[in-house]
T-cell receptor, first 115, second 110 residues
Framework: GAVVSQHPSWVICKSGTSVKIECRSL??????MFWYRQFPKQSLMLMAT?????????EQGVEKDKFLINHASLTLSTLTVTSAHPEDSSFYIC???????????FGPGTRLLVL | GQQVMQIPQYQHVQEGEDFTTYCNSS?????IQWYKQRPGGHPVFLIQ?????EVKKQKRLTFQFGEAKKNSSLHITATQTTDVGTYFC??????????FGTGTRLQVFP
């Protein structure tokens, strides 16, 4: 149980295009999903917290207009990187949890390469 | 802001040697979690410690939560090549979000 999937697993795009990443909780309903970014050989940095049916909360320094998050259902959150640039190339990982204080379950991540 | 640091940053050991990574938080934590990330993979939850001074074991892995609930350690006895990866501790911020430590990358040579 407690499986989180992400799609796509990797994506290569041209600079200036937008990329959408999906995060799904497959066997549980997630009231909250989190989006992280990890650069090579670095730790996971929380980008935003996504609650079902409400606006995402972004961490300091993360541009909400560039990283659009939608959490339309209890099993799906999407992250759209708008007008992607090479510096946005990174490993994007989502996690999901049932309720506050509960364990977060991580997705397998999406590797984004912007050329 | 809240920071979670880990030392060492890297550790190379010969297979069979022991390994320890230390995690230090700038603030008191309600709990500490440990994750393992294999090269090219995503973080996988290992364990959560809640009580002050708590010690938990998982086969060759021993996890400890400090008395002040600001530090923790992970000790691996007799490392194996399958232990290779980056080990992260993580603590909650505002009882909601997880703040990950800087990580310790372990390399095990056969």
């Amino acid at each position: 149980g407690a499986v989180v999937s992400q799609h796509p697993s990797w994506v290569i795009c041209k600079s200036g295009t937008s990329v959408k990443i999906e995060c799904r909780s497959l066997d549980f309903q997630a009231t909250t999903m989190f989006w992280y970014r990890q650069f090579p050989k670095q730790s996971l940095m929380l980008m935003a917290t996504s609650n079902e049916g409400s606006k995402a909360t972004y961490e300091q320094g993360v541009e909400k207009d560039k990283f659009l998050i939608n959490h339309a259902s209890l099993t799906l959150s999407t992250l759209t990187v708008t007008s992607a640039h090479p510096e946005d190339s990174s490993f994007y990982i989502c996690s999901a949890r049932v309720a506050r204080g509960e364990t977060q379950y991580f997705g397998p991540g999406t590797r984004l390469l912007v050329l | 802001g809240q920071q979670v640091m880990q030392i060492p940053q890297y550790q190379h050991v010969q297979e069979g040697e022991d390994f320890t990574t230390y995690c230090n938080s700038s603030t008191t934590l309600s709990n500490i979690q440990w994750y393992k990330q294999r090269p090219g993979g995503h973080p996988v939850f290992l364990i959560q410690l809640v009580k002050s001074g708590e010690v938990k074991k998982q086969k060759r892995l021993t996890f400890q939560f400090g008395e002040a609930k600001k530090n923790s350690s992970l000790h691996i006895t007799a490392t194996q090549t399958t232990d290779v990866g980056t080990y992260f501790c993580a603590g909650p911020r505002n009882t909601d979000k997880l703040i990950f430590g800087t990580g310790t990358r372990l390399q095990v040579f056969p």
